[in-house]
């Protein structure tokens, strides 16, 4: 609430300094991703590394134990996604279905891009990296699904995908204990 709460009145507020300068953010892209990724940064940094990766010497891979849970887990969370950005009208019409398709199309491409740039990095093709790359164009999406065009979303899903799995590391390079690289998706991506 103490967070969240300005940064929804200065993008959605009548008298919000985002708002007033024109700022356009349909279904809380700057309120919710970044402020999230933001937030998860600080906590990471606050709690510190657990003990298993203090006792390594070095942080480890970290990426989760089921790439079908993970998978289970995500789909979910993407087809609440789809609710929950074409829901901020509040109305079921044409542009109701055209952000769902919109949302639909990011979160494609996303995934698609991210699987195959963690492809050429790693070598090796990986459930988690479709998982985070769905995430990432889900978080690029967001703000924006209530305004741009179809090619729009497929671009922006494929830049924000990019950045992401290019950003990977973040976490090794600030040295935060972060499995679900909820700064990086989130936060950056946001």
Known sequence: TIVYCPFAFWVWGANGW??????????GGG????????????YSLFLGKR????????????RGSSPVITMIGVSFIWM???????????????????????????????????TIIDYMMTGKWSMFAACDGAIAGL???TPTCGFV????????????????????AVNTWLGIDDVTYS????????
């Open 18 to 27: 985002l708002y007033n300068i024109g700022a356009l953010d349909f279904a």
């Open 80 to 114: 609440t996604w789809l609710c929950f950005n074409s829901g901020t009208l509040l109305a079921v019409n044409v542009r109701t279905g055209y952000i769902m398709a919109n949302t639909q199309i990011a979160a494609s491409f996303a995934c698609f891009t991210f």
């Open 51 to 62: 003990k298993e990766w203090k006792d390594l010497g070095k942080m480890p891979e970290a």
């Open 149 to 168: 065009t179809t090619w729009g979303a497929a671009i922006s899903a494929i830049v924000t995908a990019t950045v992401c799995r290019l950003t990977y």
């Open 31 to 42: 309120p919710v991703h970044i402020a999230s990724g933001v937030a998860s940064l600080a």
């Open 139 to 141: 978080v690029a999406i």
């Open 183 to 190: 700064f990086n998706l989130p936060g950056i991506g946001g």
